[in-house]
């Protein structure tokens, strides 16, 4: 079988490809500015809060690492609206995304917190700094750096998961794909463009996140 690959489907196609990739980064940057702030937060919480708070992140961190991504979506786009929060699903999408990296992040920030010696934290509190300003200015700079490529992995494997929000019919890239593909019977050449192109998103983002924590972090070891 002689498969002739038709280049001119892509061509025809590729503005409606960029405005789905277009939305595409719009749901990854929502969800990372977001999501980072989020689990500074619960990060501090998790290693300074009292016990309650402790137990209550911790349960959360848990429950998302624990469910399916796709779960949590339909839970949010489909099972909220039955007790009276109805979201658009371009809202339903970068919170269900926010939701998932902040659980995840906070065990990334968890971990750099760790690595920071005590006696840094022990040394502002001695000299009468306040614990807040000891992690803002102190621990997390530290944490993060040594954390970040971390952090990196952990937001491009969320803008790349952000393909499932096609299923609640979000207009990003995938969706746009599938009605590329149902109107033109040209499943390889459209799914081969998108991946390209998924390829070339995610290879940037992570080579521009790079080059920021080398700016933020330099003379710092990683």
Known sequence: ???V???NVVWEHFPELLVGAWLTIQLSASAMALGLGLAILCAYGASAGPRPV???????VELIRNTPFLVQLFFIFFGLPSVGVRLTAFEAAVLAMTINLTAYTIEILRAGIGAVPPGQREAGLALGVS??????YVVLPQAVAAVY???VSQ???TMLESAVVSQIAVTDLTHVAD???SRTYRAFETYFAITLIYLAMAVSLRSILARAGRRLFAGRAR
């Open 1 to 3: 079988m002689n498969y």
């Open 5 to 7: 690959f038709q280049f």
């Open 54 to 60: 402790r137990w209550l992140i911790a349960a959360y």
């Open 131 to 136: 614990a807040v300003a000891v992690f803002i």
């Open 149 to 151: 490529p971390a952090l």
């Open 155 to 157: 937001i491009v494997i």
């Open 179 to 181: 009605y590329i593909q």
